[in-house]
Nanobody
Framework: AQLMESGGGSVQAGGSLRLSCEAT?????MAWFRQTPGHQREGVAL???????LYIDSVEGRFTISQLNDKQTLYLEMNNLRPSDTGMYYC?????????????????WGQGTQVTVTQ
């Protein structure tokens, strides 16, 4: 499967952005990761085919991950953005279930979309 992200941009702190990811095939698990220069890729949120979601603590209550019923379209609604949310955001997918927010747990990756939050 191939993944294509869109929706990144530059916003002020407190603002909102919505990221989208289109996959060429259905996936059992999909997720968003982010990365800043000099740091490892960090898992942000995941969603399983059965609807189970998981978020890292720093985005809980501010970000919402969702997907269409086709299991090929993934979204990340990001509200009350902070400068610390700045980074390249990547969509990830896998045909297996019960994934976790660890980079090595995911097989398919998009090219990323940049999110910049300014003070």
């Amino acid at each position: 499967a191939q993944l294509m992200e869109s929706g990144g941009g530059s916003v002020q702190a407190g603002g909102s952005l919505r990221l989208s990811c289109e996959a060429t095939a259905p996936a059992n698990s999909m997720a968003w990761f982010r990365q800043t220069p000099g740091h490892q890729r960090e898992g942000v949120a995941l969603i399983e085919r059965d609807g189970r979601t998981l978020y890292i603590d720093s985005v809980e209550g501010r970000f919402t991950i969702s997907q269409l019923n086709d299991k090929q379209t993934l979204y990340l609604e990001m509200n009350n953005l902070r400068p610390s949310d700045t980074g390249m955001y990547y969509c990830a997918a896998d045909w297996r279930s019960s994934r976790i927010l660890r980079e090595t747990d995911w097989f398919y990756w998009g090219q990323g979309t940049q999110v910049t939050v300014t003070q």
